[in-house]
């Protein structure tokens, strides 16, 4: 008998013994890089993913665009979770799989303060200026909703008036912390990232006629190492219980 039969012969009788053995001995570990925004939706994912395939999931959570540079500068993963526009630039670059970009929530753009600073009122066009132009401190994120931000308060003819004390922290801090600690009055950052932070006033989004919705994504690494477990996280992100902690986190699942 051949030796590879053998050991195949081995391999099958261990597995029907022992299926835990053989989900154990074909386990991996699985790189996943992901946005703060998205933490518990993909805590959720990845508790699933866990139980359903023996594999480990290791997540490194930042923010959009340190993801964005780190994926460009060349590191490897299995899965880059990201701004949808971010994914589809990767994908162009070569750098994620074509066709495995998977959406699951988006987000809309949230308003906070400190707790010193009394209430005001954001839910008008005219009341956000006039916010803006009492604030002493503006933060912003650095990432979508950082960039459409800044674009926004020019529209809106505040932009040269705000231009000093409007700061965008590196990518991956919390704005809702700076606004804990107090460090800034008046923040802007993805709703999820802010509704959940102790400390803070969270007023609510943007108005309507100024909102803009951010879509978040799952894509493989077209260098992933291990290419079929990538695939199959993204498929998770689809699933009702994820959907669940989307809604739970303030996103809209999709």
């Not at 261990?14 to 805590?43: M, R, Y």
């Not at 994926?71 to 994914?87: K, M």
């Not at 996280?233 to 699933?239: G, H, I, T, Y």
Request: contains cysteine.
């Amino acid at each position: 008998m051949k030796a590879g039969l053998v050991v195949a012969l081995v391999m099958r009788g261990l597995c029907a013994g022992s299926a835990i053995a053989c989900i154990q001995a074909a386990a991996a570990d699985v790189l996943v890089l992901a946005p703060n925004a998205a933490k518990e939706s993909i805590a959720e994912a990845v508790a699933i993913f866990e139980k359903s395939s023996g594999h480990t999931v290791i997540v490194s959570w930042t923010g959009t665009e340190a993801i964005t540079k780190r994926i460009t500068e060349g590191e490897t993963v299995d899965i880059v979770v990201n701004a949808a526009q971010n994914i589809d630039r990767l994908t162009t670059d070569g750098k994620l799989s074509p066709g495995s970009r998977t959406d699951f929530a988006k987000s809309l753009i949230g308003i906070a303060v400190a707790p010193s600073v009394p209430r005001p009122d954001v839910s008008t066009i005219e009341g956000l200026k006039s916010t803006l132009l009492a604030a002493k401190s503006i933060v912003i994120s650095s990432g979508t909703s950082g960039r459409y931000l800044s674009d926004l308060f020019d529209r809106l003819e505040v932009g040269e008036q705000i231009k000093v004390k409007v700061k965008q922290p590196p990518s991956g801090v919390q704005i809702g912390e700076l606004l804990a600690s107090g460090e800034a009055e008046l923040g802007f950052q993805q709703v999820s990232e802010l509704i959940h932070v102790s400390g803070i006033q969270f007023l609510g989004p943007l108005p309507a006629e100024l909102q803009r919705y951010t879509i978040y994504s799952g894509a493989a690494h077209s260098q992933a190492p291990q290419p079929e477990a990538a695939r199959a996280f993204l498929k998770v992100l689809r699933q009702p219980e994820v959907a669940a902690a989307v809604k739970k986190s303030g996103m809209e699942p999709l």
